[in-house]
């Protein structure tokens, strides 16, 4: 099992910036994502990064503004939010899974953080 403790959350106005940060401990990761659920949405797969590679995946909708990254030394995983939009609020969850293979839904990741709110007013 891996314990994921996520914090940076807040409340920004549109425009704005937030860093979200996830530490891991516990056993070594495969794969690291940051997934979000607004109330009344489905969850979102927002970013994703390979703990060896570090290949990283975006979404459409956050592409060219999110950056995921990783400090393997301090076992941490970053989410650095810019140009924040009304439409990003919403809890984000650090996921990571321990198995390799599929690193693309929620069912493939096997770890998850309690969330960390994030709020964008207009």
């Known amino acids: 099992q891996v314990q994921l403790v996520e914090s940076g959350g807040g409340s920004v106005q549109a425009g704005g910036s937030l860093r979200l940060s996830c530490a891991a401990s516990?056993?070594?990761?495969?794969?690291m994502a940051w997934f979000r659920q607004a109330p009344g949405k489905e969850r979102e797969r927002v970013a994703r990064i390979y703990t060896g590679s570090g290949n990283t995946y975006y979404a459409d909708s956050v592409k060219g503004r999110f950056t995921i990254s990783r400090d393997n030394a301090k076992n941490t995983m970053h989410l650095q939010m810019n140009s924040l939009k009304p439409e990003d609020t919403a809890m984000y969850y650090c996921?990571?899974?321990?198995?390799?293979?599929?690193?693309?839904?929620?069912?493939?990741?096997?770890?998850w953080g309690q969330g960390t709110q994030v709020t964008v007013s207009s």
């Open positions: 516990g056993y070594s990761t495969y794969c």
């Open positions: 996921a990571a899974s321990t198995r390799s293979g599929r690193c693309y839904t929620g069912a493939d990741f096997n770890n």
